[in-house]
Nanobody, 127 residues
Framework: QVQLVESGGGLVQAGDSLRLSCAASGRTLSSYAMGWFLQAPGKEREFVAAISRNDGVTFYADSVKGRFTISRDNAKNTVFLQMNSLKPEDAAVYYC????????????????????WGQGTQVTVSS
């Protein structure tokens, strides 16, 4: 079983950048496809970005495409979400999620497909 801990959230101004990290422990991250989700107050959790287990295949929600980049460093057991050109509507609690994957190229966009979740990190964007 893998444990996930997010960090890197904070308060920024619109147009600024943040890099979120998701550190894994308990198991090697190279066995897991990973994703980032966000949940804004009063709204349901929604997909942000996903990355495959090893080959680094990525997929993004339309709302963040071109602004956010998901990456991973399996040697450091960490997944990242680089967020540029932040907008007030990006403000939310961001969660990383993981699941084992038989394919090195599969990614997953539905939260029901993930087994493991971090506790979340708050991102606030002022206008």
């Amino acid at each position: 079983q893998v444990q996930l801990v997010e960090s890197g959230g904070g308060l920024v101004q619109a147009g600024d950048s943040l890099r979120l990290s998701c550190a894994a422990s308990g198991r090697t991250l190279s066995s897991y496809a990973m994703g980032w989700f966000l949940q804004a107050p009063g709204k349901e959790r929604e997909f942000v970005a996903a990355i495959s287990r090893n080959d680094g295949v990525t997929f993004y929600a339309d709302s963040v495409k071109g602004r956010f980049t998901i990456s991973r460093d399996n040697a450091k057991n960490t997944v990242f979400l680089q967020m540029n050109s932040l907008k007030p509507e990006d403000a939310a609690v961001y969660y990383c999620a993981g699941r084992t994957s038989s394919s090195s190229r599969y990614y997953y966009t539905d939260q029901s497909q993930y087994n493991y979740w971090g506790q979340g990190t708050q991102v606030t964007v002022s206008s």
